[in-house]
């Protein structure tokens, strides 16, 4: 079992930055590949941004291609969310993720590649 528990959000006006942490217990870390994911009201969750065991694979949706950096510290179990340029569409409710599984780029993509789930953490961004 993989405990999973996130940190940061919060309110911001458009252009603004915001660091989202997560970190994750109960299997080594450096077993798991993280994600990002959110889901805005009346909107389907939707991927944000994942990064392989190493950290040195990553890979975006294209909404947070050049605007957000995820990377991850496998010496303290954490995964981050670094959100520059923020804009009021990405307001959304906000979680991060965890797998075991081994799987590709476009796997990891999908809501359904993760077993495990943080509770959710809430981005406003004011115009």
């Known amino acids: 079992q993989v405990h999973v528990v996130q940190s940061g959000g919060g309110l911001v006006q ?7 942490s ?11 590949t993280m994600g990002w994911f959110r ?3 009346g909107k389907e969750r939707e991927f944000v941004a ?3 065991r190493s ?11 050049d605007r957000f950096t995820i990377f991850r510290d496998n010496t303290k179990n954490m995964v981050f969310l670094q ?7 990405d307001t959304a409710v906000y979680y991060c993720a965890a797998s075991t599984v081994v799987g590709g ?8 590649a993760y077993a495990y789930w943080g509770q959710g953490t809430q981005v406003t961004v004011s115009p």
């Not at 458009?14 to 989202?20: C, E, K, N, V």
């Not at 950290?55 to 291609?65: E, H, L, P, Q, R």
């Not at 780029?105 to 359904?112: C, D, G, P």
């Open 55 to 65: 950290g040195v694979n990553t890979s975006y949706a294209d909404s947070a291609k």
């Open 50 to 52: 994942a990064v392989g």
């Open 83 to 89: 959100m520059n340029s923020l804009k009021p569409e």
């Open 22 to 32: 997560c970190v994750a217990s109960g299997r080594p870390f450096s077993d798991l």
């Open 105 to 112: 780029k476009n796997y990891f993509a999908r809501a359904l």
């Open 39 to 41: 889901q805005a009201p």
């Open 14 to 20: 458009a252009g603004a930055s915001l660091r989202l």
